[in-house]
């Protein structure tokens, strides 16, 4: 059923959408609980974290004054074991400190041990990992450098090609913080 609506779930099973959607919240509440108890004291060396863009009901762009504060622009904050492929820990929230904080929290009770950390450059990081991982991290930032051109046809959805990287940029976040 991988990239179908469930209408068209509904449709294709004749199982009505709201047994569906209860299912899909029964499995999403139980793999919450599984990963909750289970991952736990995970030996990792090198972790990378990044976010991922989404949205509840509209772009940001597009909200009214009037609108639920839930709606807009969100983010699943990731963690990945580069060697293992684990995710460690996750978290889908606003691009801001408050949920950078409870990420980097939850992942820091996940995992044992002194590890390498590698992020983007979101700059509330800088603080987030110190206050949380103490001296217990090798930190570092990688800073993409995008290139100015887009392949033809291809504008709308995708960005531009990476065309290097400046591990520089972080002694200028942290002279700004």
């Known amino acids: 059923m991988e990239g179908v609506s469930i209408r068209s779930t509904e449709r294709m099973t004749g ?5 569906i959607m209860r299912l899909l919240i029964w499995a999403g509440q139980s793999c919450h609980v599984l990963l909750d108890e289970r991952i736990r004291g995970v030996e990792c060396n090198f972790v990378q974290v990044d976010q991922i ?5 509209k772009r940001q762009k597009q909200l009214r004054q009037s609108d639920p504060y839930e709606y807009g622009d969100r983010y699943v904050f990731v963690a990945i074991d ?3 492929k684990l995710i ?3 978290r889908v929230g606003k691009r801001d400190s408050d949920t950078a904080l409870y990420f980097k929290g939850d992942l820091r009770k996940r995992i044992q041990g002194r590890i390498q950390l590698t992020s983007d ?5 800088v603080r987030v990992v110190e206050d949380t991982f103490g001296a217990d991290v090798d930190y570092g930032q990688l800073v993409k450098i995008f290139g100015n051109t887009v392949e033809p046809g291809r504008e709308r959805y995708s960005p531009s090609r990476i065309s290097g990287t400046d591990h520089s940029k972080l002694l200028e976040i942290l002279t700004k913080i």
């Open 82 to 84: 580069a060697e293992t």
């Open 121 to 125: 450059a979101f700059v509330p990081y």
């Open 15 to 19: 199982v009505h959408r709201d047994t």
């Open 53 to 57: 863009w989404t949205f509840v009901k």
């Open 88 to 90: 460690p820990s996750f």
